[in-house]
């Protein structure tokens, strides 16, 4: 298989430089040592118990998912050997409970696989994001925790830009473009692990009788190590395999969306095209093909060019109030609900 590409590595920046100059070139970076001060972090370095204290302090014993597998899976979460459930259980409980079994594991050889994840911090830790908190970010932005013992997450996408802060334990990143969506074999999009559609292909061990073009994949995939204090920003759509080391990891993140964002999600827009223009007979799927790439992708340039200011209503491109009142009133006359 192909040595994987690096990254590129930042080891200082502002929240202004970050907004500015890195998010737009809309590349996985990581954030070397952004988190390294950490209360979390420094309590990670010391022990697995050291954590687990410092994490009960916070604790309000408000139940939290998780995800139960037995030592067979290895720790990777995923679909069952037909595809037609899932090779894990989720069960609720406190998260001191939680942490108290991770601990208690952390010498078996062979333990069951725990993972909480996705987890909103503030109602579960009060406080914590406080003491732990992202200068990068508006502080708006609210994170999430992720913890457990070893793990592997198959590879997947996030419909919002996440920065990945390891708090404790060791983490691999391996990423790909979006343009290799074709060579990943994504699973059911309505029928997922944990939210998000993912490759069927395992990374360790890839069957390429089976999934040929993953080779192609793997000839454009970016590998990152990351230890405590590290974080790593991947930009929306970006597909991750996330594989954990360690007895104890904790892992927080942030999910948030520009600023210039427009109202809806672009995912809406995917989904009633799935609906409604794939099943096209393959010529009109092909003419409205036209449409989405001039219109769209701009592939002949500014569509409304040679329409006179003042008067290209919805193509107008500028991001005001006006032009998303027009987008809003054009959308209810198409959808009918005038």
């Known amino acids: 298989m192909p040595t994987p590409g690096r990254p590129s590595e930042i080891h200082e920046i502002d929240a202004e430089t970050f907004v500015r100059d890195l998010t737009p070139l809309y590349q996985p970076t990581v954030l070397r040592g952004v988190a390294r001060d950490w209360p979390a972090v ?25 995800m139960l597998g037995a030592p067979a899976i290895g720790g990777r979460f995923f679909y069952d050997e037909g595809g037609r459930g899932m090779n894990f259980d989720r069960r609720s409980a406190p998260l001191s409970p ?81 343009d290799q969506v074709g060579n990943l074999y994504i699973g059911p999009l309505d029928f997922t692990p944990a939210g998000r559609p993912v490759s069927l292909v395992s990374l360790d061990n890839p069957n390429l009788e089976r999934f040929p073009k993953f080779a192609q994949a793997l000839e454009s995939a970016l590998v990152a190590e990351l230890e405590p204090g590290d974080a790593i920003y991947i930009p929306t759509l970006w597909w991750h395999h996330v594989q954990a080391t360690g007895p104890l990891n904790l892992l927080v993140n942030y999910w948030w969306e520009p600023a210039d964002m427009p109202g809806g999600q672009p995912f809406d827009a995917f989904v009633h095209a799935l609906r409604n223009v794939r099943r096209l007979p393959a010529k009109r799927r092909n003419a409205w093909r036209a449409f989405f790439e001039h219109y769209i992708f701009h592939a002949n340039g500014d569509p409304a060019e040679h329409i006179p200011e003042g008067r290209r ?26």
Do not use: C
């Open 42 to 66: 420094q309590a990670a370095r010391t022990s697995p118990r050291a954590l687990a204290d410092y994490l009960k302090r916070f604790d309000k014993g408000v139940m939290v998912e998780a």
């Open 313 to 338: 209503g919805v193509l107008e491109e500028k991001p005001d109030a006006k032009r998303e009142a027009e987008m809003t009133a054009f959308l209810r006359r198409v959808l009918g609900r005038d």
């Open 98 to 178: 939680v942490l108290d079994e991770l601990l208690r594991l952390a010498d078996h050889p062979e333990p069951p696989a725990i993972y909480v994840g996705s987890t909103p911090i503030a109602p579960v830790l009060p406080g914590f994001e406080r003491d732990n908190a992202l200068d990068l970010l508006d502080d708006k932005i609210a994170p999430r925790l992720w913890l457990g013992n070893a793990s592997v997450i198959q590879t997947h996408h996030d419909m919002s830009d996440n920065i990945a802060v390891v708090v404790s334990g060791q983490r691999r990143f391996t990423l790909f473009p979006p």
